[in-house]
């Protein structure tokens, strides 16, 4: 592989249920109850509102159950994913004269982390815009979805956050991933780099739909992530990175595939 690197590319590693790439913040669970509001509104009416709301929702099965009593909005039931339970109470939110809402909104757990884990890493690969230049780690504990990392745009991870939300079986997403500041010297600085570790021959023959290692740089300092299959690449690829002008630090995180359990 040789030429230069000018768009970002998409790379995800994972094992068992660890999750190396992006994940979020928006989708963290809504608290069980939210005071809101006053009003005279009736309590029919408030609850033809709140099934008018959430109507629009494919819930690919039984609806929430909505009960309204002296201005108390309450939904229970159980849905498939964390985004159908965020949506339900957030439509539910938009009826005024409530004094208060209840959620009792239950999730159906997955099969194993594992198997979530897994699809975690199909929706996040999935996501074109993921590049050579944001990183994600993670992992899966009890069907909670654990992220970590750094992304150059926040819709980026907005986007990110509602793909792994919307997976069957999570049930609460724990977002760590910083956004990097818009900085133009670490865009040339982060570009000058991938360029330098992806023009080696040692890494011709990775496929950059997929590239193994990842270059994150905050404000002059460099972060390399990913996996590698040997020590020479590890070293080539530091040495590559340091050629660079402009880094105040690098940080060698690449790891060997035999590491990696």
């Not at 909005?73 to 004269?97: C, D, H, Q, Y």
């Amino acid at each position: 592989m040789h030429g230069h690197i000018r768009r970002p590319r998409r790379y995800f590693v994972v094992a068992a249920a660890v999750v190396s790439a992006v994940i979020f913040e928006a989708f963290t669970g809504a608290a069980p109850v939210l005071a809101q509001n006053g009003g005279a509104t009736s309590d029919a009416a408030m609850k033809a509102a709140v099934i008018k709301e959430i109507a629009g929702i494919n819930y690919g099965g039984p609806r929430p159950s909505v009960t309204v009593s002296g201005g108390v909005i309450m939904l229970s039931g159980t849905v498939s994913s964390l985004w159908l339970k965020e949506e339900t109470i957030n439509r539910a939110l938009k009826v005024p004269g409530r004094t208060e809402l209840q959620s009792d909104i239950t999730i159906n757990k997955a099969e194993s982390d594992e198997k979530l884990a897994a699809e975690v890493v199909k929706r996040i690969t999935g996501y074109d815009r993921f590049t050579v230049y944001d990183d994600f780690q993670g992992r899966v504990k009890n069907g909670v979805v654990f992220i970590s990392g750094a992304v150059t745009e926040e819709n980026k991870l907005t986007d990110i956050v509602e793909r792994v939300a919307k997976i069957k079986g999570v049930q609460a997403i724990d977002n760590k991933v910083t956004i990097l500041p818009a900085n133009r010297s670490d865009d040339a600085l982060r570009v000058a780099i991938a360029n330098a570790i992806y023009r080696n021959p040692e890494f011709e023959n990775y496929s950059m739909a997929n590239p193994p290692i990842h270059v994150i740089v905050n404000n002059g300092y460099v972060t390399l992530t990913g996996i590698v299959r040997s020590e020479v690449e590890k070293i080539k690829a530091h040495e590559s990175a340091a050629s660079v002008f402009g880094s105040i630090k690098i940080d060698d995180r690449v790891r060997l595939a035999k590491e990696v359990k």
